[in-house]
C-alpha cells in the first residue's frame, strides 16, 4: 500500500520556466509534508514543509500548494536553475518523532 | 555544522559475511534511522530508534538488526549478506522532523557479489 504517490518518475524543463511536482497521499493521519531533495552520492535535504491545516507555504523559489479535500500537494520552482537538477521527495509525516513515509522521488532535470 | 558520518561511502562484500554500517551523528538527537534506497522504489525504513538500547522494526527488517549503544552512534547489520541487499543505505537522526529537522547522511553504496 503506497501511502504517498509520485506518479511522475521525471520531469524535464528549462531553465527559468516554472517546474511544478505532483505528490497524492492516502493516509489522511498526516499532518505535515515535506520535501526533500537529493544528489547524486548525497544524503536527503530538507526543502520545505506544511502543515495539513495550511494550503500554502513558500520559500523563495519555492512553493508548496496543499489540497487537503483532493489529497494532492505540489512543488512549484520559479524560476527554474540548473542546480535544481535533482530527485525530489514528497514526504508524508504522521505527526511522531519517528516515521516518515517517502514517495518513490521524482528526477527534475533543468535544461540551461 | 551538525553532521550525520556514515563511516563508508562504497563497500564491496562477499556473500554471506556479516557486514557492519556504522552512523555517527553530533546533534544529541534521540531518534536514529536506517533507510536503503532503491531505484523505482524510493527510500524504504529498515530500523529506526527512539533511544539508547531502543530499537523498532520499519517496513523491511528482513535480514537486518541494529544496535544503539551510545546515543550518538547508530549500527546497521546484515548478519549474512546477500546479493539483494545491494543498495545505497542512508542513516538519519532527527530532533523536529516537521521542521526539516531530519537530517541525514551522504549514504553507503554497499555490493555484494
Known amino acids: 500500500d503506497q501511502q504517498v504517490k509520485q506518479n511522475s518518475p521525471s520531469l524535464s524543463v528549462q531553465e527559468g520556466r516554472i517546474s511544478i511536482l505532483n505528490c497524492d497521499y492516502t493516509?489522511?493521519?498526516?499532518?505535515?509534508f515535506l520535501w526533500y531533495k537529493k544528489y547524486p552520492a548525497e544524503g536527503p535535504t530538507f526543502l520545505i514543509s506544511?502543515?495539513?491545516?495550511?494550503d500554502k507555504n513558500e520559500d523563495g523559489r519555492f512553493t508548496v500548494f496543499l489540497n487537503k479535500s483532493a489529497k494532492h500537494l505540489s512543488l512549484h520552482i520559479v524560476p527554474s536553475q540548473p542546480g535544481d537538477s535533482a530527485v525530489y521527495f514528497c514526504?508524508?509525516?504522521?505527526?511522531?518523532?519517528?516515521?516518515?513515509?517517502f514517495g518513490k522521488g521524482t528526477l527534475l532535470t533543468v535544461n540551461p | 555544522d551538525v553532521k550525520v558520518t556514515q563511516s563508508s561511502r562504497y563497500l564491496v562484500k562477499r556473500t554471506g559475511e556479516k557486514v557492519f554500517l556504522e552512523c555517527v551523528q553530533d546533534?544529541?538527537?534521540?531518534?536514529m534511522f536506517w533507510y536503503r534506497q532503491d531505484p523505482g522504489l524510493g527510500l524504504r525504513l529498515i530500523y529506526f530508534?527512539?533511544?539508547?538500547?531502543?530499537?523498532e522494526k520499519g517496513d523491511i527488517p528482513e535480514g537486518y538488526s541494529v544496535s544503539r549503544e551510545k546515543k550518538e552512534r547508530f549500527s546497521l547489520i546484515l548478519e549474512s549478506a546477500s546479493t539483494n541487499q545491494t543498495s545505497m543505505y542512508l542513516c538519519?537522526?532527527?530532533?523536529?522532523?516537521?521542521?526539516?529537522?531530519?537530517?541525514f547522511g551522504s549514504g553507503t553504496r554497499l555490493t555484494v557479489v
Open positions: 538519519a537522526s532527527s530532533r523536529d522532523i516537521n521542521r526539516g529537522g531530519y537530517t
Open positions: 493516509n489522511s493521519m498526516f499532518d505535515y
Open positions: 506544511i502543515s495539513s491545516i495550511k
Open positions: 514526504i508524508g509525516s504522521g505527526g511522531s518523532n519517528y516515521k516518515l513515509t
Open positions: 546533534m544529541d538527537h534521540e531518534n
Open positions: 530508534s527512539y533511544d539508547v538500547k531502543m530499537k
